[in-house]
């Protein structure tokens, strides 16, 4: 998947991340995951229930459960078929369960309950109306602006400024419009016949006559402006400041990975436990293990896709972090599990360790084992000299624990395991 999905941001569970020995490196560096079949707390670990409806199919579990109910009484078997289908239906559509449904009732009724929300959504309506008439120049605008008593009262505030900024935007234009004023208030007032009756009583006065002639002339002057055809100029459209959008693809990006962060921890482990129980009890070769690693990457992307990235998108667009985090768990303890279990059994199929009857998790091995119980894969490679903590080491990696690195084992950044020689 893209680096710049939710998923991916979200969900962080790599094979080579959780340091499972596939015998090929090239795995997918972001695998986006989260779902585990167990919760472990300190060393002890209990197996989460299955979900009784899962891909709009009821579980074996319930189908035989609800067989039984049936014989009895088929009419209650039916009403908890259809809860349960309703139930499913309601926890993907609010994940957040009554908490989100109780915001929800608190945000209509800030709103106003529905009559507010029609009221506000008329109104708004309006609004875009009056923005596609006004970016149109459609007169309707002002029609709309002046529609009511105070809006009157707003426009005529506005008017001085509104023709200060027309002379500034338009020159020609305003010129116009002002000779169309003034030519037309000049003949209300018969000015042009008030000049004719004027040069008459003139005579042969050369200086009047002068001056009689510069008036007529000025007003041939604004008579002809007045006449002229004027266009409003096209004004360039300024291009949009990429800056602020590469700012915010930057934040995005920035806040996607920070709460894949925050998930990495959980599902790597939930993935490495599944691998490790699924592993015992069954002798795999290289080639099967690199499969089954594969076959896991792939599965997982499909069902975050499918099923989920819809609902992780929403969160994300919220900026509900809370959330994102909480449904993004609720992932990893159900599907990081389930894809592996049916991917083991798909290659190799057989028996998997069961765990101890007291629920703990199996002893880890002896033989430079990590601390909490998390076995060493094999096929290390002896190195030189330790690897830079900071720069090579895969720090997101449980199996880099100060254990570990005392006894010269780690797993780079590019999934590659190492050990060195601890000097005495």
Known sequence: MPDEAVMDTALDTDVQDIGLDTGAEAASEDTASQSPAENTVGDQATTAPKPLVDGGKLSQ?????????????????????????KEAQFAKALPGGLKEVEQLRQTVETLGGPNGIQEIQAEVNGWHQFDEQYMAGDPKAVEFMTSEPEGQEAFLKLIPSAIQKYEQLHPEGYRNYMAQVF???ANQSDIPLTL???????????????QLQRLDGFFKFIKGEASKQVEAPKFEKVAPDGRASELDQRESAFTRKEWKSETAAEQQKIALDEWNRMLAGRKLTDAQKAH?????????????????????????????KAGFLRYASQISKTEVPRIMRAVFDAVAPGKSAQRPANGA???????????RGVPIAQGFTQVAQRPDYKTQVDLRNPFNNAENMRKGLAILKDGKKVRWTIQA
């Open 61 to 85: 579990e319930a189908k035989e459960t609800l067989g039984k109910i049936k014989a009895e009484n088929p009419t209650l078997a039916r009403a908890i078929e259809r809860a349960l289908y």
């Open 183 to 185: 030519n037309a208030t």
């Open 196 to 210: 004719m009756r004027l040069a008459d009583l003139v005579g042969d006065n050369p200086r009047a006559m002068e």
């Open 292 to 320: 089954i690693a594969e076959s896991f990457e792939l599965k997982l992307n499909q069902a975050i896709e499918q099923k989920h990235k819809e609902t992780l998108e929403r969160y994300f667009a919220a900026k509900d």
């Open 361 to 371: 998790a199996p002893p880890p091995v002896k033989d430079g084992a990590p601390a």
